[in-house]
Nanobody
Framework: VTLVESGGGTVQPGGSLRLSCAAS????????VGWFRQTPGKEREAIAC????????YTIERMRGRFTITREDAKSTFYLQMSNLRPDDTAVYYC?????????????????WGQGTQVTVSP
């Protein structure tokens, strides 16, 4: 079972990036999926999640408008589209999947985590 993130890198303020998370070894369509991030010295925080069979995702309020999660179950892949990035968005971004995932919080995602991908927003 693996989750592999890709698409991280360095971008200028105001720029955009799309992260991908490729799942293998489990039936992603049955799992809640989510994106999280962490900066040194801070707790991991949630960005957006999408529970299995839900028609719409859930995005943390302060992330709305700039971060969008999508999922393509047929490709076992989900994405995080990020726009109008700011320096304080610099972090390691993680994707995760959970059988339940009732709440969009790191503690509620216990099953699978990716290794993380660095996103740096800098002039």
């Amino acid at each position: 079972v693996t989750l592999v993130e890709s698409g991280g890198g360095t971008v200028q303020p105001g720029g955009s990036l799309r992260l991908s998370c490729a799942a293998s070894g489990f039936a992603m369509e049955r799992y809640a999926v989510g994106w999280f991030r962490q900066t040194p010295g801070k707790e991991r925080e949630a960005i957006a999640c999408w529970r299995s069979l839900e028609r719409e995702p859930y995005t943390i309020e302060r992330m709305r408008g700039r971060f969008t999660i999508t999922r393509e179950d047929a490709k076992s892949t989900f994405y995080l589209q990020m726009s109008n990035l700011r320096p304080d968005d610099t972090a390691v971004y993680y994707c995760a999947a959970d059988w339940g995932g009732h709440y969009c919080s790191p503690g509620d995602y216990r099953d699978f985590w990716g290794q993380g991908t660095q996103v740096t927003v800098s002039p």
